[in-house]
């Protein structure tokens, strides 16, 4: 009798999952950032969250977490109840960089979320600052060499992309510079503007206006093409350093154990808000933002080949776990 009950139970799993879907969301949700207000992945979550808002009718929250390497606002979705309340929208570091370089993570990114789509993929530049002198990153190169452990470059958090890129360029030209971490991309490129580091990596929204006004000076972008909208700065690969790739993205997830209906009810409705013309144009074309949604089993994919790819550009940046 225990066993046949069991088993009907188990058999009602898919009939409950499908009534928890139709009737999804039936309170507020949460959309977890663990970077703090004001950067790129903050306003397009708030984009995102303004349109799934006016789809369901129910209250959808952007909750900034930063600090802690992205570790504690990650850690909240993957110990939330799977039921799609409680969503995640971050970058790559939090769930393909951590696991590498942080020792006794509370969670595992693979095995405890759930993803549901990548939204972009975000080219950075080489951001420096006007008195280090240097016009390319030869110039900077040299610049560093001449004066070890003096140039400083922010990051927004470990295992960042400024950090793993800049970690690559000292072990490929062994030179030596100070990383210096921040609770995320808007104060790194304040400290940068500042002086207070040298250099940085930042998207063409965070950087077009300061190198216009001759505040910031960006010697590469790692994209495969010039951005447009400047096109006198040349690619990574143009400059000598096509091995170093400092690619990130943005993704969605929910905790693992969310049903497989929900995760495509959430990735259908997050696919539409990325289309609306508010979002296209307010916060993905200005931002050089590439649009790359993918499904739930095709991000899953993604995530191991990127975890891969991570494995081998930390160890050839040197970098430690901690």
């Known amino acids: 009798m225990i066993h046949r009950r069991a088993l009907l139970a188990t058999l009602a799993l898919p009939a409950v999952a499908r009534a928890q879907t139709a009737s999804f969301p039936t309170r507020q ?7 703090p207000p004001g950067g790129g992945l903050d306003a397009l979550a708030r984009a995102i969250a303004d349109r799934l808002q006016a789809e369901w ?15 504690p606002g990650t850690d909240i979705v993957a110990k939330a109840p799977p039921d799609g309340h409680t969503l995640l929208i971050t970058a790559d570091n939090s769930i393909t960089s951590n696991p590498v370089l942080i020792r006794g993570l509370p969670h595992d990114p693979m095995r405890d979320l759930a993803p549901i789509t990548l939204l972009v993929d975000v ?19 040299a610049a560093a060499r001449a004066n070890p452990g003096r140039l400083n470059f922010g990051s927004y ?29 808007t104060p790194a490129v304040t400290a940068t503007l500042a002086g207070e580091v040298q250099m940085t990596l930042a998207g063409i929204a965070s950087g077009a206006a300061h190198i216009r006004a001759g505040t910031l000076k960006a010697l590469a ?16 690969k143009e400059a000598g350093y096509d091995d170093i790739d400092p690619r990130t993205w943005f993704g969605a997830f929910a905790p693992a154990g969310t049903p497989p209906e929900l995760l495509l009810r959430l990735h259908a409705a ?10 296209r144009d307010r916060h993905l074309a200005p931002a050089g933002y590439t649009v790359h949604l993918t499904t739930p089993e095709a991000t899953a994919a993604f995530l191991r080949e990127d975890l891969d790819y991570k494995r ?7 970098i430690q776990p901690e």
């Open 57 to 71: 009718g129910q209250p959808v929250v952007v909750d900034n977490r930063p600090g802690g390497s992205t570790v």
């Open 29 to 35: 949700v949460r959309i977890v950032v663990p970077f």
């Open 123 to 141: 080219h950075q530049m080489v951001l420096v600052h006007p008195s280090i002198g240097a016009n390319t990153m030869g110039e900077l190169v």
């Open 270 to 279: 997050i696919a539409a808000a990325m289309a609306a013309p508010m979002v």
């Open 221 to 236: 972008v790692g994209k495969p093409t010039r951005f447009e909208a400047l096109p006198d700065v040349p690619t990574l």
């Open 157 to 185: 958090g470990n295992a960042s992309q400024p950090h793993l890129a800049f970690g690559a360029l000292m072990a490929k030209e062994r030179i030596e510079m100070v990383h210096v971490p921040y609770r995320g991309l």
């Open 312 to 318: 081998r550009l930390i160890a050839a940046a040197g």
